[in-house]
C-alpha cells in the first residue's frame, strides 16, 4: 500500500512537471510570434535638434520712399526731398541657425542672417548748387553700401509628407541692424534760366546705423534627402523697419541735427534653398 501511495506521486509530479514544460514552451512561443514594435518616420523626427543653413536671393527689392531733409539755416526749419527711382542692389543672403524639432508637426529655430546692399537715389531741386548761379537747378545723386545682420525666431507648421515631400509654413520676428556706410552725394548744376559755371560738386556723410524691428512670413517645401537630412526650399517675405540712413556735413555748423537721410525700411521677396541636418 505504501509502495502504491509513493508511485502515485511521482505519477502526479511527472505530470505536472510535463505540463508546465509545455505551457513555458507556448508561452515561448507566443513571444516569438509577437508582433514586431517598430517606430515610425515621425515619432523619430520628433525631439530631434537640427541645424540649418540656407542662401537666399531678393530678386524683388520695395525699397519704399527713401527721402533726405534739407536745413534752412535762417529759419531753422527743414524740409523733405524725396529720391527719384531710389534703388537696391546686391540681393543675395546667407543665414545658419540652430531649430527643434517639437512634434511631427511643429518645429522652431533661432538664425542669424547677414546680407549687403547698395543704395543709389537721385534727385532735382529747384534751388542753384552750391557755387553756382540764380536760376539754374541741381541735380544729386546719393550712393552708399550698407551691411546688415539680423537674428529671427521663427515657428513653422510642417503638413503632411507624402514620398518625402513637406510643405510647410512659417512666421519669425528679430530685429536686423543696418550699417550704412559713408553717403557720397555728387551735385551737377542744370542750366535753365542762368547758366551753369565750373564741375560738378559733391560731399559726404557720414552713415548711421541702427537696429530695425523685423518680421517674415515663409512657405515652402522639405524633401528627406537621409533620415538626418532635408532639402528645403521656399519663399519668404520680410519686412525691415525704416531708419536714418546719414548724418548732417557742413549744415550741423549751422544748427542741423539729427539725421539727414532716412530709407523708408526694405521689403525683402527671396527664395530660398538651404540644408537641415538632425543631429540625432
Not at 539754374?136 to 513653422?156: E, I, R
Not at 510642417?158 to 555728387?186: C, K, M, Q, R, S
Amino acid at each position: 500500500m505504501g509502495m502504491d501511495w509513493r508511485q502515485g506521486f511521482w505519477s502526479v509530479a511527472f505530470c505536472a512537471g510535463l505540463l508546465a514544460s509545455e505551457t513555458a514552451w507556448a508561452a515561448d512561443e507566443d513571444l516569438l510570434d509577437a508582433p514586431e514594435i517598430t517606430i515610425s518616420r515621425e515619432a523619430r523626427e520628433a525631439g530631434r535638434l537640427y541645424l540649418r543653413g540656407d542662401i537666399g536671393y531678393a530678386g524683388w527689392l520695395d525699397e519704399g520712399d527713401p527721402y533726405y531733409r534739407s536745413f534752412d539755416a535762417g529759419t531753422g526749419s527743414y524740409s523733405n526731398l524725396s529720391f527719384d527711382h531710389a534703388r537696391f542692389d546686391k540681393p543675395v543672403a546667407g543665414t545658419l541657425g540652430i531649430g527643434y524639432q517639437f512634434t511631427d508637426v511643429f518645429r522652431a529655430d533661432l538664425t542669424a542672417e547677414y546680407f549687403e546692399g547698395r543704395f543709389d537715389g537721385p534727385s532735382l531741386v529747384a534751388t542753384p548748387c552750391a557755387g553756382q548761379g540764380p536760376g539754374t537747378s541741381c541735380a544729386l545723386s546719393h550712393s552708399a553700401n550698407f551691411s546688415a545682420l539680423g537674428v529671427m525666431a521663427s515657428g513653422y507648421v510642417d503638413l503632411a509628407t507624402l514620398a518625402g515631400f513637406t510643405p510647410y509654413l512659417g512666421a519669425g520676428i528679430g530685429a536686423t541692424h543696418i550699417d550704412w556706410n559713408t553717403v557720397h552725394e555728387t551735385t551737377t548744376c542744370v542750366a535753365g534760366g542762368g547758366a551753369c559755371a565750373g564741375a560738378a560738386g559733391g560731399a559726404s556723410y557720414a552713415g548711421r546705423d541702427s537696429w530695425r524691428f523685423t518680421y517674415a512670413l515663409m512657405a515652402g517645401v522639405s524633401y528627406e534627402v537621409t533620415d538626418r537630412l532635408k532639402l528645403d526650399i521656399g519663399y519668404r517675405y520680410s519686412r525691415i523697419a525704416d531708419g536714418g540712413m546719414f548724418g548732417f556735413g557742413a549744415e550741423s555748423l549751422a544748427g542741423a541735427s539729427g539725421a539727414k537721410g532716412y530709407d523708408d525700411g526694405l521689403t525683402r521677396h527671396e527664395i530660398r534653398a538651404g540644408l537641415r541636418f538632425a543631429l540625432w
